[in-house]
């Protein structure tokens, strides 16, 4: 029988059988990964605007038993602006090599890194520290971000910029170049500019880098942009003619011109973008060869990650049963 949570586990022993499910919070789960034969781990994001909630490190052999949690907004303060906790913000992905943990953040524009430290008596999750790739970023301006991850390696890139890079996730936790401070978003006054070529902290992450590829924009097929037409031709005061009328209209270039989806699989890189156009990159270098000969696509790939490129996150409810039990379900989706 199925249970009312949102996190199903299956084990290889049980041939398929449906185990034990659970709720993992009041928010909607937007990244869910497996630290091979040893946790599952989540990510939710808050009901509402979206922001990064919480990631909790669960038990794979106790199901619903939550092991350690990083939280990252504290909804119990007064002050809204003081909620968070964290500087984590638009996660486009999550890579999991290990117990090493490799977060897209701020739309493809940053990494977080993480990991499990399992060598005492209890599991703890820590964040090792941030690094900038200094891609374009512009909060509430809609575009995405995207990861993608082949055995221990992830591709991380965004809408507005044309270039592609490549992290070992194994790795990333090993380098000097990690920004370690965290906290409150207010008390980093950086995070907000527009990238500054100058800024080494706003490019740290490409010396943890171990590639990049550059891919055309819009995959080399760059739509016609239309001149801006006057939305009122009848008044003299509609716009100002001389600035307006006539220049290009950037809403329709869908976008910057940056990849919106990305698959690796060993030496193979595709991105698409927004016009449709597919994009294979040359074949990488060997060392992104992971020698398994599988059909699946999924082969060494250890987590999944649910695209939020909008602000509003869908509310999960109480609903009462009739058995006076209460269980959640979120709107516009069955919970299973």
């Known amino acids: 029988e199925i249970g009312q949570g949102n996190i199903l586990p299956f084990y290889e022993h ?24 040893k946790y599952v781990l989540s990510l939710s994001i808050q009901p509402g605007t979206g922001n990064p909630d919480a990631m909790i490190l669960w038990s794979c052999e106790e199901p619903g038993v939550p092991l350690s949690r990083y939280d990252f907004w504290d909804p119990s303060i007064r002050n809204r602006l003081k909620q968070g906790l964290s500087r984590l913000d638009d996660v486009a992905g999550i890579s999991v090599w290990g117990t090493d943990i490799l977060v897209a953040d701020k739309a493809g524009d940053r990494i977080a890194v993480m990991y499990v430290d399992d060598n005492g008596e209890e599991p703890c999750l820590e964040l090792k520290g941030y690094a900038s790739i200094g891609n374009r970023y512009y909060e509430d301006d809609g575009f995405h971000g995207r990861m993608a991850i082949s055995g221990p390696h992830a591709i991380v890139a965004n809408q507005s910029f044309q270039d592609a890079w490549m992290f070992s996730t194994r790795d990333c936790s090993r380098s000097d170049a990690l920004d370690e401070r965290d906290g409150n978003r207010s008390a980093f006054p950086e995070d907000d500019f527009e990238t500054r070529e100058d800024d080494p902290r706003q490019h740290a992450a490409r010396k943890i880098a171990v590639g990049h590829y550059s891919f055309p924009l819009w995959g080399g097929n760059q739509p016609n942009s239309k001149k801006r037409k006057d939305p009122f031709p009848f008044f003299m005061t509609s716009l100002d003619k001389s600035e307006d009328i006539g220049a290009e209209d ?87």
């Open 14 to 37: 049980t041939k398929g059988a449906t185990m034990e499910t659970w709720r993992e919070s009041m928010g909607l789960i937007q990244s869910l990964a497996v630290v091979p034969r």
């Open 250 to 336: 950037a809403s329709d270039r869908f976008g910057e011109g940056g990849p919106i989806a990305l698959a690796i699989r060993g030496k193979w890189l595709v991105a698409g973008f927004s016009n449709g156009t597919i994009v294979k990159a040359p074949p990488l270098p060997s060392e992104f060869e992971n020698g398994v000969n599988s059909a699946s696509a999924n082969d060494l790939s250890s987590s999944s990650h649910l695209p939020s490129d909008t602000w509003f996150s869908p509310m999960l409810e109480f609903n009462e049963v009739d058995d006076g039990e209460i269980y959640h379900e979120q709107e516009g989706c069955s919970v299973q």
